[in-house]
């Protein structure tokens, strides 16, 4: 640690010397109040982005922050249950500010948006932006980060039993949405069916989704949109805090805690953080119990850094393990039960699972080890009024599948991969109204297998794209856009196999011309249009190219295709937001046409059966045009100061061109989903409890008739509804809040399955006569977060 801080140090006392004279070193004061009341706020965060520090104001409602430079820059004020306040400001000749704090209504939240030319308000960004608080991922009951966010409006998950789930932006998933943390894309294997996020959820402060094209920021794969998780902002200067939270649930017997400390010396910033969870099997009314469903993770993280005048350098780690059960579903013919693997006198033979198996937190054969390894340097320096962003990170992702019950030590797949990203870009000052940036990113990559079984060759990846963008504000508009060319050459290894070729070696460059071009006309101060278009674009990924072999996860043998074309898209979207203390309303509608669209069909017979390849069915990728159009609608009423009713409706149709019924819809199309959520603020500004609430939620799945139906793939999917009750509050304790929060999820115990669930399809239940395993049942989640210091 002292070797980092010495490192850190020098770089700092260079660029200190180098960038800003001292004389240029300022402090911001002021003070906060509540607009009722007028009397003062006490803990209200004031965060500046641009250097990644903040501070809290005091029982008089004043606060300090010192070690400024002298910049415009953006400043964000916020206090659990009152509208946060993001404004910019010139430090050159402002250094006293005061703020007036609203309780929270029905006015559309702003936030900052941060993009390649710098931090932006929400109302100046044309395309469609998705925003989840802390608060907000506190209060919700998940069993990790993409089902923590998969019912916000135009947003799905593909899931395969409770552990692991894919986000769906407009329904569109795997490789053609880039999920960001802490600052860098996650490369994590992300292509296959069963490979969910390798990211700590408890690790993640609030969380960002960009729906639409946005491989100007990111270059390949972000063409359906951007999942940004954040971190949590550092402790005021001179602050230490330490928080443990812990979290039960009674379906799946879910136990989770997590311990973090973080401290801000005034000249050093640090944060560590450990997070463990396991859970048995999930249930439900029709499969009791479903085998295998259980899973194990364990996370650390932290990260040490400096925040001076200058701008910060902070250099962060991740370490995540998931062990997770491979759920096939093989149940008796007869009877129905669940059946598992395991060894009888040196064979393989299944027997029926019991009631310890289900209940046990130890996992059973087939079953995955995820380990994801990654640290980011995180640079920002100011030059001027200008700034220079240099970030490097490095990732190391191992998964290894074990399906042997005569072995369950030994793996047969196990990749392995190395990623190296880079990005360099510089924010110029600003000029005539004109904010610009311009810059280089990319990544390399090399993959490797180690285990005894192949799915894909080992490769070699590297790609880079070169971007130009650009802002400014006229009159009532508010216009940016930006161009993009990207690079991408992939190179597979050869492999044989007794003496016969698995894989053939290859060597493949794709190139992508991407931008957008969007504005929001400010019809009033409340209300506005926006119109955005925008061009993705995206390489075919190794298992799409390539793969030959079982897929143990999937109970597939899949085949790539090498005459595959990269992806690209051209959307379309219009928008309309209208915001008042009592009623708010937004409408997002977009039309989306992709060229070259990739898919996995099952390969059939002439008479309409499953060709099998060593026993599975068989998959092959192939592609076509495609359009998808939908959109997504939120009113938000508030009929008396402490209802909150919220109404979402979010919608998509995605159709291939040129193809017959049965083959005309997009595989995993979500369903059209409307949500109802009504509120009731029962204490906001009480001496001992704050915040408190209970909350009422119903969402209704409509029935999925759209779906790919050559050779099976996918069948029709009957509607439901579910009934979900919550509540929570802050108790003030020894001056400190402890939170706790109560979540029913399902209340009416229905039996269902989503559209999106890959365990609809596993096998029948010969007993009952349904097809596949149901998603969870009737679920009580407790959650208490404790501060321990500050």
């Not at 949109?225 to 954040?230: D, K, R, T």
């Not at 350098?313 to 009877?335: A, C, K, N, Q, V």
């Not at 030959?548 to 990269?566: D, S, W």
């Not at 409307?674 to 009480?686: A, E, S």
Request: hydrophobic fraction near 35%.
């Amino acid at each position: 640690m002292k070797y980092i801080h010495f490192i850190l140090l020098l770089i700092a006392s260079c660029l200190s010397a180098a960038v800003l004279p001292a004389s240029s070193y300022i402090k911001l004061e002021g003070r906060v109040i509540d607009s009722i009341s007028n009397k003062p706020l006490e803990g209200v965060y004031i965060y500046l982005p641009d250097f990644k520090k903040g501070g809290l104001t005091d029982n008089k409602g004043t606060y300090s922050i010192t070690n400024l430079s002298s910049i415009k820059t953006t400043i964000m004020v916020s206090l659990i249950g009152h509208q946060t306040i993001i404004r910019d400001v010139d430090l050159k000749v402002i250094h006293h500010l005061d703020f007036t704090l609203k309780e929270t209504n029905a006015m559309l939240g702003e936030v900052v948006v941060k993009g390649l030319s710098g931090n932006s308000m929400l109302k100046t960004v044309p395309a469609p932006v998705s925003y989840i608080s802390h608060r907000e991922l506190q209060e919700r009951s998940s069993t990790n980060i993409i089902d923590a966010i998969a019912h916000e409006p135009g947003v799905s998950q593909i899931t395969t039993g409770g552990g692991i789930s894919k986000p769906v932006i407009r329904g569109l998933g795997y490789n053609r949405i880039v999920v960001v943390n802490n600052g860098v894309r996650q490369e994590g294997q992300q292509w296959g069916d069963e490979h969910g996020i390798e990211i700590d959820d408890q690790s993640v402060y609030s969380a960002r989704i960009l729906k639409g094209p946005a491989s100007l920021m990111y270059g390949s794969d972000a063409m359906a949109g951007v999942i940004i998780f954040e971190e949590e902002p550092t402790p005021p200067e001179g602050k230490t805090s330490i928080e443990t939270s812990s979290e039960y649930q009674t379906n799946n017997g879910l136990f989770a805690y997590s311990l973090r400390g973080a401290g801000n010396t005034g000249s050093s910033v640090w944060n560590l953080r450990y997070s463990d969870k396991m859970a048995h099997a999930y249930k439900n009314a029709y499969d009791g119990y479903v085998f295998n469903s259980g899973f194990r993770e364990q996370a650390l993280s932290g990260m040490y850094g400096l925040n001076k005048n200058w701008g910060y350098s902070h250099l962060s780690f991740s370490y995540y393990h998931l062990t997770p059960g491979i759920i096939e579903g093989e149940r008796d013919s007869i009877s129905g039960k669940f059946m598992k693997s395991i060894s009888d006198n040196g064979k393989e033979v299944t027997v029926p699972a019991e009631y310890s198996d289900f209940k046990s937190y130890r996992h059973a054969i087939p079953y995955q080890q995820v380990y994801h390894l990654k640290a980011v340097l995180d640079n920002s320096i100011l030059l001027g009024e200008g700034s220079l962003k240099l970030l490097l990170g490095y990732q190391q992702n191992r998964r290894q599948e074990y399906e042997d019950a005569l072995a369950p030590t030994d793996y047969g797949l196990y990749f392995l991969l190395h990623t190296i990203n880079y990005d360099i870009h510089y924010l110029s000052p600003e000029w005539n109204g004109w904010k610009i940036a311009s810059g280089v990113n990319g990544m390399f990559q090399q993959s490797l297998n180690k285990g005894t079984e192949y799915l894909t060759p080992a490769y070699r990846l590297f790609d880079f794209g070169y971007f130009l963008t650009a802002n400014r504000s006229i009159n009532k508009w508010d216009l940016s856009g930006g161009i993009r060319f990207d690079n991408r050459s992939i190179d597979g290894h050869e492999l044989l196999e007794d003496n016969t070729q698995r894989f053939p070696s290859f060597s493949k460059h794709f190139n992508g011309l991407t931008g957008s071009l969007g504005g929001i006309f400010h019809l009033s101060q409340n209300m506005n249009l926006r119109l955005n278009v925008s061009r993705g674009y995206r390489a075919p990924n190794i298992s799409e190219l390539a793969s030959n072999g079982i897929h143990e996860g999937t109970v597939r043998y899949e085949l790539g295709n090498l005459k595959l074309k990269p992806e690209s898209n051209m959307q379309l979207d219009l928008g309309f937001d209208y915001s008042s203390p009592y009623f708010s309303t937004q409408v997002s509608l977009f039309l989306n046409r992709i060229d070259n669209y990739i898919f996995a069909h099952k390969l059939t017979s002439l008479t309409n059966q499953p060709i099998l390849t060593d026993g599975e069915p068989t998959y092959q990728f192939s592609s076509g045009n495609a359009v998808l159009h939908g959109g997504e609608f939120l009113v938000d009423y508030h009929p008396i100061e402490k209802i909150h009713w919220e109404n979402t409706f979010s919608f998509v149709n995605s159709i291939l061109l040129h193809e017959p019924r049965e083959s005309k819809y997009l595989p995993f199309t979500p369903a059209p989903r409307w949500t109802t959520t009504m509120k009731y603020d029962l204490i906001r500004d009480g001496k001992l409890i704050n915040n408190a609430f209970v909350g009422l939620n119903f969402e209704y799945d409509f029935k999925q008739n759209h779906f790919y139906a050559e050779g099976n793939t996918e069948s029709f999917t009957p509607d439901y509804g579910l009934i979900n009750l919550n509540a929570g509050a802050d108790f003030m304790i020894l001056k400190q809040r402890t939170s706790l929060f109560i979540e029913v999820t399902n209340l009416t115990n229905k039996s269902y399955q989503n559209h999106l669930s890959r365990l609809k399809y596993t096998d029948m239940n010969n007993a009952t006569g349904r097809q596949g395993i149901y998603n969870m049942g009737r679920n009580i989640c407790f959650k208490v977060i404790i501060p321990l210091l500050l």
